[in-house]
């Protein structure tokens, strides 16, 4: 599935940021997703290019929310948004 066929990585987006955006989140202490990380994977997702494969949306316990595309164990790409506007990212090809 590609970026242009649907909705359903905004809902995705979404949803996890409803999930996460109170303190302690997961039980461990972890960090709320604050609305300026949520607005900032959001314009990532948008920047795209079309045709680009869906990624899985997910949150980290830093407060960052990560992108990830997985075609293989030896292929894959996570990027992690934080909310001062950085993007960090970690790659097998």
Not at 66 to 74: V, Y
């Amino acid at each position: 599935m590609a970026l242009d066929s649907g909705q359903d990585v905004f809902e995705e987006l979404l949803k996890t940021f409803e999930e996460c955006r109170q303190p302690n989140w997961d039980g461990y202490d972890a960090q709320a997703v604050r609305q300026e990380t949520y607005d900032l994977a959001h314009q990532f997702l948008t920047a795209l290019p079309l045709r680009t494969p869906v990624p899985s949306i997910g949150a980290e316990p830093d407060g960052q929310l990560t992108a990830e595309w997985h075609r293989s164990p030896q292929r894959t790409l996570s990027v992690s948004i934080s909310p001062n506007r950085e993007l960090h990212y970690a790659a097998l090809l």
